[in-house]
Structures are given as structure tokens and as C-alpha cells.
């Protein structure tokens, strides 16, 4: 991806270990992203659970297509990168 | 032909894969993660050579060791649907589609989170039931929650939720708790904590997401209802063995039966490794040795033939 046109935020737990995983998927591909330690942050945390109907992290949501957990092969279709 | 096709990627497929490379074993390894179980934990501490790595690291680790190997196809990710016999050997065809021809297997497909199994549990999966505390725990803020399960694994449950909700019970089937006793004070001592000994979880209820949990009180065989927000699933696991069940024998707990000398299992050809067998302690220094016990047998047996 060149230059990125899509919108991805992550929604988080310090101790979620696929969090960790798509974190460091999007960095190794040069995805910008922001994140939101729904641990913290409580509008954060009814926001993730509005949007994906469900209480597990990580969500992933990218240009408002939801993701629930980390599935490396959505992600890469959604993002485009090959 | 592949000589070996590995399934599984912890610690015993990963110690197979080198030493299979190294013996310039013609090989394959299919698996859908590195790292096995161990991929979720906060910190092994006990992995010999390693003080303290998380359970990421422990991932990247194993599945860095891998890849440095020369002559090894690594299937990833995919799983492992079915095994057929053939004449010279075995079919291995994947989820994705791939069929592997080769002359033995090494299954090192470790185990699974056991479920409940009651009604309700799948329709709120991740609506309120999770199986991962480490994970989810702090979504249940200021909550009402339930752990089900008094072994290890339950008690961490309980102490990771401590963090954040505002009370936790934790259902035990036995009249007594497994768990570490030092954890077991530390959870007995905290008044959120309400522990229900002889209690057998028997249907979750909700609407968009979990309301209550009903459980079946064993010593007088009532019905009980709690009302909550959240309940995590702690009560073992199951060995990944569904794809070669019909060709090796199985023992009463779902494990691969295998010699314990050579790791070969029942059916000629196939050989097991880790926590999928019937080992007595699942441990990933003792999966990596038993893999690596394994590749050697069955470099023996190829040569052999």
C-alpha cells in the first residue's frame, strides 16, 4: 500500500496477545493506525462493543468494516496488501 | 512423496521441523499458529534457557527457528482436515485444499480449550462468554462475572478479573478447588469473591448479550439462577486429534495412544508427540523432546525400510 486512503483503528487490552499481533502485523506492512486501550478508556469500550456486538478484543475496524479477533488473511484482503 | 509431514506448530512440531531438516528428511509442517497454547500466556518462566519470555516471543522465537531451516515446505496458515491411508503411506489434505503425499506423520497438534456444551454457550460466544480472562478481562469492568472452573487456569481467571470487575463467583463441580493453594488464599481473601462449591453450570441465558447463568446445585440437585454480565469457560482441554481418529487408537480421554519408547502410535506410519498423547505431564520442554524423540524413530524407520 503506497499511500494509505483507509481509516484503521484497533481496539485493545495491555495484556491481549493477538492485539500485540496485529499491532506488529500493521507496523511490518506500514499501516497507520489508532488504538484504544478499551482497559482505559470507557467511551472507547461501549464504542468497540456498538460496533462489533460483542465484549473480545481486538476489534479491528477499517473504514468502518469490523473485525473481530486477528485474521491476518481478512486484513490483508481489506487493506489491499498482497 | 514428503518422507515426514509435521502437523502442529508448538514447541514439539517446531523441535521436529529442525531436527527433521537437519536430517535431511524430505518435510513438510502444517499449522494455523507458532507457538501452541503458550502463544496467550503473559510469561513463560520456565522454558530451559529462557528466564522469562512472553508467550509472543516464545512464538516469534519458535517460528524464527523454522524458518532458518533448510528443506522444510511450512504450510501456514492452514489446518490439517484429513488423513487418508494409501499404499506407500498417507494423504494429508488441508482446510485450504493442499494434499500432501508422504510416507509418515508426525501429529504434535497439541489440545483445545474444552466448552461447556450447554445451550446458550455458543449463541453469546464472545457475547459474555469468553475463554480468555488474560484477554478480555478489563472489557468486564465494574461487572458481574462468573468463572467456571477451580483448577490453575480458573483461579487465574478469577485474579485477572479481580483487576476490574465488581464481583466474581467461580463455580467448582467438586467440593473442593484444584488450584495452587497460594492463589486459592489470595482469591479467598477477597470479598468480591464468591466461590460455589458441587455447582454444575447448566444453560446460559441473554438477550444481546449474557444476562444470567443457570447451574444445577449437585448436592441438592436444585436449579439456581445468577444474574451477571460475563462468564469465562477455565475447564481444561481437549487433545486435537479428530483427523486421524478412525487410522490410530484413542484412549479414554481423547489422547493418541503412543510407545512411549518411540512415540509411534497405533497405525504403522504415524507417530505423536506432546500434548495430544497419552503422556502423563503436558509440558513444552517435554513436547519438544518427544517431537524430537519422534523425527529420530522415524528417521530410523525410513532408513530401515
Known sequence: MEQQNKIVKIYTTPTCVYCKMAKEFFKKNNVQYEEFNVAEDEKARDAMVEKSHQMGVPVIDIDGEIFVGFDQQALKKALEIK | ?305
Open chain 2, 1 to 305: 512423496m514428503y518422507d515426514t509431514v509435521i502437523i502442529g506448530g508448538g514447541p514439539g512440531g517446531i523441535a521436529a521441523g529442525v531436527y527433521a531438516a537437519r536430517k535431511k528428511l524430505k518435510s513438510a509442517l502444517i499449522t494455523d499458529n507458532f507457538g501452541g497454547q503458550s502463544l496467550v500466556s503473559a510469561d513463560i518462566q520456565n522454558w530451559i534457557g529462557t528466564k522469562s519470555v512472553s508467550g509472543l516471543e516464545f512464538a516469534q522465537m519458535l517460528e524464527e527457528h523454522l524458518r532458518a531451516q533448510e528443506g522444510i515446505d511450512i504450510i501456514y496458515p492452514d489446518l490439517v482436515e484429513k488423513v487418508e491411508k494409501i499404499s506407500e503411506g498417507f494423504n494429508v489434505i488441508t482446510k485450504k485444499g493442499e494434499k500432501l503425499e508422504t510416507k509418515t506423520i508426525l501429529a504434535t497438534t497439541g489440545s483445545r480449550r474444552k466448552k461447556l456444551g450447554i445451550p446458550g454457550e455458543k449463541e453469546f460466544d464472545g457475547k459474555g462468554v469468553a475463554y480468555c480472562s488474560t484477554c478480555d478481562a478489563p472489557i468486564f469492568k465494574n461487572k458481574i462475572v462468573a468463572v467456571v472452573g477451580g483448577g490453575n487456569a480458573g483461579l487465574e481467571a478469577v485474579l485477572d478479573l479481580l483487576s476490574y470487575a465488581a464481583k466474581v463467583y467461580l463455580l467448582e463441580f467438586s467440593d473442593q478447588l484444584k488450584g495452587d493453594p497460594l492463589t486459592q488464599e489470595k482469591i479467598k481473601s477477597d470479598p468480591r469473591v464468591q466461590i460455589i462449591f458441587k455447582a454444575k453450570a447448566s444453560e446460559i441465558i441473554g438477550d444481546k448479550f449474557v444476562t444470567s447463568l443457570k447451574y444445577e446445585d449437585l448436592e441438592t440437585k436444585q436449579l439456581k439462577e445468577i444474574k451477571l454480565d460475563g462468564i469465562f469457560v477455565e475447564i481444561g482441554s481437549v487433545p486435537n486429534v479428530e483427523f486421524v481418529k478412525d487410522l490410530v487408537s484413542i484412549n479414554q480421554f481423547g489422547e493418541i495412544a503412543i510407545d512411549h519408547k518411540t512415540q509411534a502410535a497405533s497405525q504403522k506410519g504415524i507417530w505423536a508427540a506432546g500434548d495430544a498423547t497419552d503422556i502423563l505431564y503436558k509440558q513444552n520442554n517435554i513436547s519438544a523432546g518427544d517431537a524430537i524423540k519422534a523425527i529420530l524413530n522415524i528417521y530410523d524407520y525410513l532408513n530401515k525400510k
